[in-house]
C-alpha cells in the first residue's frame, strides 16, 4: 500500500510549484506529459510531517475537508502498521 499527495498544473505555472516545493522541502517535481508538471510527496514522513500540518493549520472550507480527513485518518493507520492487518486494511478501502 502506497500513500502518496499531488498536485498537477500546466506547464506555465511550473513557478508556483517551484514555490510549492520549496516550502515543503520534500517531494519530487515531474512532467508526465509535454503539457504539465506535478509535484508529489510520496513518502509517509513527508506526508505526515508537513502537508498533514498545513491542513490542519489552514482548514478547508468545502467537500474537500471531508476527504482531507478521510486522508489524514488513512495516513494515521499506515503509520502505525494497522494495514497489514485484515482489519486495518478493511478499514482504509
Known amino acids: 500500500m502506497r500513500a502518496s499527495f499531488s498536485i498537477g498544473l500546466h506547464t506555465r ?5 517551484m514555490i510549492i516545493i520549496n516550502h ?3 517531494g519530487n517535481l515531474y512532467s508526465n506529459n509535454q503539457a504539465t508538471f506535478v509535484f508529489e510527496i510520496a513518502t509517509l514522513t513527508g ?7 498545513l491542513f490542519n493549520e489552514y482548514d478547508l472550507n468545502n467537500i474537500k475537508k471531508l476527504d482531507f480527513l478521510d486522508f489524514k485518518e488513512i495516513i494515521s493507520l499506515i503509520y502505525k502498521g494497522e494495514h497489514l492487518t485484515f482489519s486495518g486494511f478493511n478499514t482504509i478501502r
Open 24 to 26: 515543503f522541502n520534500v
Open 47 to 53: 506526508i505526515k510531517t508537513s502537508l498533514i500540518p
Open 13 to 17: 505555472d511550473i513557478n508556483i510549484l
